[in-house]
């Protein structure tokens, strides 16, 4: 099995990660099986969403942004997740949404990274549709690290629930 350099990335960032939390007993969030982790909305939100104004800024994802064509407000917890969980890709108008809302992806799916848009967004470099989010970032380098990313992804992957 061969590995781009971003997967080889994030399956050392993983394997360290799980050694460390292992060696330091941590248990941040554990699931009734097996200990395996999988991280709540609010970490979701907090570590990802709303650190270093990644995401639920004006110029992006909060309100007031439907004038520049951004019709998914996550100025809040309780928005994030009311605007993302099932909710069919939106907009009619600014470059992100109008190759969006035509696309028929769901921006969550419970259970399926593969089949949510935040993740497939957030992972790839092109997308299905749209822009990488976030998109001001640097395109020498992900926009969000392989730890980010896998929170996301583990979050979906565990049902994608509002803690």
């Not at 099995?1 to 330091?24: D, E, H, W």
């Not at 640097?138 to 979906?156: G, N």
Request: aromatic content about 6%; hydrophobic content about 35%.
């Amino acid at each position: 099995m061969t590995f781009s350099p971003r997967g080889r990335a994030a399956l050392a960032l993983a394997v360290s990660t799980a050694v460390l939390g292992f060696a330091c007993g941590s248990s941040s969030s554990s699931s009734s099986s097996g200990g395996n982790t999988t991280p709540t909305f609010t970490e979701v939100y907090t570590n990802v969403i709303v650190r270093d104004g990644k995401c639920a800024t004006t110029a992006c994802h909060a309100p007031g942004s439907e004038s520049i064509g951004q019709f998914l407000d996550m100025s809040t917890q309780a928005n994030a997740y009311k605007n993302l969980v099932g909710v069919k890709a939106g907009g009619s108008s600014g470059i992100a949404t109008s190759l969006c809302s035509s696309s028929g992806l769901t921006r969550v799916v419970p259970g399926s990274p593969s089949k949510s848009l935040l993740y497939l967004k957030i992972s790839e470099s092109a997308p299905p549709c749209g822009v990488e989010m976030p998109d001001y970032c640097p395109r020498l380098e992900p926009c969000l690290s392989a730890a980010d990313q896998a929170e996301v992804e583990a979050w979906i992957m565990g049902g994608a629930m509002n803690d």
